[in-house]
């Protein structure tokens, strides 16, 4: 596929026209004609669809990270599909309503020459004469519209954001219709492989993600969660297309509390039989303005948004900003704080136009995500006539400005609440990584030549409620901060470095009130802690800094020294439980070693000890100890009965899905162990369709053996 395959369609002859061959004129030519030339990547991922085609494979994923193109290289495949006659009719399937438009528009200025493209709401009647068809999901489920189609009128359905639009009902949709299936998504495979199945699986919205997308995986062809083709912003970085966040870590004294183990503890007062009586009660980061709520907190994150985000280096004012707030109240009260501020600090430039609630309960909300993008939002030219940039500067949302919106001029994203989807994180982080030239907007030739840094080469991303280290724990995608202690003034922290998050949170004095169960405090605010950070190019990695202090300990022990040399490791365990654990120079327990250590099962104290002395070079993934247990399984049932190498070599990669699921998942042992197989109809992660894909001799007898001689532990 050549370069300009998309581009040969948008101008057939471009290259013939005397705008191109001039190459003093060329890139104004390119400009104006806005034509679009694919990148090295991008047609490496239209040759490996074309490769797993020719393998005879019907489904297919793309895993591409925000901003490098998935909708310009969606086009190129389906320019592929319909030129080869592998397709008569594509369905492009989205889970938001803006990205509707903004696909179709996409699709209408790529490909209008060759072929249409229409939304279906608004083209019910014909959408027939189109070879592109753009929707929701939502619209083809309600009142079950797609069952209007034919299973066979669209021969190529892609998947936006995949892991989002098949989740759910929304499979119906996408399983309805035969023929050739794609997968798009920017949610990085890390999410799988790092997620601790330890943790419990009903609390934690990290598990339910983690299903989403092994189910995605699998979905697409997938199951062992290679992609049909990659390209991960650490790949954008590098090929100097994306850029890293510079990440502004931010903490208050409320929000210290907050995100402890004990929480922010308030005192209160309650009339009861004996008199008055106190009592306790403790919130957490997820109650913030949902059952605590605290002005001077909100006033503080915008006073330092303000404080510290970049500028435009056109025309010098606040940066293009999006804030994500907990709800459509909070956004509310941020956007009128961040008003107040800026009548503040620029008299008379603004009348309550600088911030602007985005949510779905405002009139014209989708239309002001458009604006924004286009430098229109409220007006723009702010005192600098040449140059079109939007007169409001920050969009205050909840949730409407995160998968797939692109303005690729954002300097600031701000996280004003925490964040527990790990897609999410990365969707919102996203915003930021496209790279811009700010002169595209400057109509004055003359000025251009003035303006001395006109690329963006950097965003902040202002991280109020440490979500970066959240994810941090589990997930390989960024380089972990190290945050800084608490400083003076803030509660003591927990004593592990870089855990400023862990304020004892210990009940006293507070300022405030409370409202059935609802906590309003009063008492002014502080930063505590601020960091800011510059990620490289190499990205974000986990942070072994922990894990190697520790091995320096116990290498530095005389006595663990001399037990691990004669093999005494209960001895070497019981020592270091009882003399290094939880002391207060460094706080080592199993747990953190076990985060520190980036593992995706459990570790044991004696295989780390193994590790620090050398017995052994690196811990095994869960994948690599299955694909060994496996082997061990396969080479004992060689001369069992109803074993036969040539008879199940069809079948062998349905029986390593089943043996690893069995031995990993505790709720499918269950299900299979009760007998409950209806159950399996509705469980994502083991399906009814992979249970009947194991020949039935091996249904039980896989479950026998992993029972009797797989140590299921390390797989916690």
Known sequence: ?????????????????????????????????????????????????????????????????????????????????????????????????????????????????????????????????????????????????????????????????????????????????????????ATPKDYIKKFDAAKPTTKDPREAERRLLLDTYRTFGCESGEPTYRYSLLDGVRDGFLINPIVVDART???????????????????????????????????????????????????????????????????????????????????????DLADKAYPGRYQSDFAVQVTSSVT?????????????????????????????????????????????????????????????????????????????ALQDEALKAQVLAPHKT???LFDFFASCEYFEEKFNYDEVLKLPRPGSGA??????????????????????????????HTAPDAITAQEETQIGFQGMKIDRMFFEKFED????????????????????????TTELFDKPNEYFNLDKLRRAAGVDRRLGLREILEKAFGFITGFKSKDELLEEEFEKFLLDQQNATGFSADSTASSVQAMKYYFKAYATDHHLREIIEAGHLTSLNVYPAFGM??????????????????KDYVPLNQFM
């Not at 998968?403 to 609440?417: E, K, Q, S, V």
């Not at 005389?558 to 040399?565: A, D, H």
Request: aromatic share 10%; hydrophobic share 35%; glycine share 8%.
């Open 553 to 576: 300990t116990v290498k530095a022990s005389p006595v663990v020294t001399e037990q691990v040399s004669n093999a005494q490791w209960d001895q070497a365990i019981d020592y270091i």
């Open 253 to 339: 004294e409320v929000t210290t509390q907050l995100l402890s183990d004990q929480g922010y503890a308030v005192v209160v007062m309650h009339e009861a039989a004996e008199g008055q009586q106190n009592s306790e009660q403790r919130f957490k980061q997820k109650s913030f303005e949902k059952r605590f709520f605290s002005d001077p907190t909100n006033r503080l994150f915008c006073e330092t948004l303000m404080q510290h985000g970049l500028h435009d280096p056109i025309s010098a004012e606040f940066g293009k900003t999006i804030v994500f707030a907990v709800s459509q109240a909070h956004a509310a009260k941020l956007t009128q704080i961040l008003n």
């Open 689 to 706: 369709s992979d249970f009947k894909a194991v020949p039935s001799v091996w249904r039980t007898r896989i479950p026998e053996y992993v």
């Open 491 to 520: 509660p003591a922290g927990s004593g592990e470095e870089g855990a400023g998050a862990g304020a004892s949170g210990e009940a006293g004095t507070t300022t405030g009130g409370t409202d059935n169960g609802h906590y309003h």
């Open 1 to 185: 596929m050549p370069q300009d395959y998309i581009a040969r369609t948008q101008l057939p002859g471009y290259d013939l026209e005397p705008g191109w061959k001039d190459e003093a004129q060329r890139d104004a030519f390119v400009e104006k004609n806005r034509l679009r030339f694919m990148r090295q990547y991008q047609q490496r991922a239209a040759h490996a669809i074309q490769s797993a085609v020719k393998e005879g494979k019907t489904r297919f994923l793309f895993e591409m990270a925000t901003g490098t193109g998935k909708t310009l290289t969606s086009a190129a495949v389906i320019k592929l599909f319909l030129r080869t006659g592998n397709a008569r009719r594509v369905l492009f399937l989205v889970d938001r309503l803006e990205l509707e438009d903004q696909a179709n528009k996409a699709f209408v200025a790529l490909l209008k020459n060759d072929y249409k493209s229409a939304i279906y709401k608004e083209n019910r009647d014909d959408w027939r004469k189109a070879e592109i068809v753009v929707t929701t999901v939502q619209s083809l489920l309600f009142n079950a519209k797609y069952k209007q189609f034919s299973p066979t009128d669209f021969d190529l359905v892609i998947s936006d954001e995949a892991h989002r639009s098949i989740g759910g009902n929304a499979r119906a949709v996408f399983e309805y219709f035969v023929g050739y299936k794609l997968g798009l998504t």
């Open 458 to 460: 950097a965003y902040k």
């Open 364 to 440: 014209d909300a989708q239309q002001f995500t458009i604006n924004f993008t286009n430098n229109n939002l409220l007006g723009s030219a702010n005192g600098l006539p040449a140059y079109k940039t939007s007169k409001a500067r920050v969009c205050v949302t909840v949730g409407m400005m995160t998968t797939g919106y692109d303005c690729p001029d954002l300097l600031n994203l701000a996280l004003m609440r925490p964040v527990f989807s790990p897609s999410d994180f990365v969707q919102i982080k996203g915003r930021g990584t496209r790279k811009h030239d700010f002169r595209e």
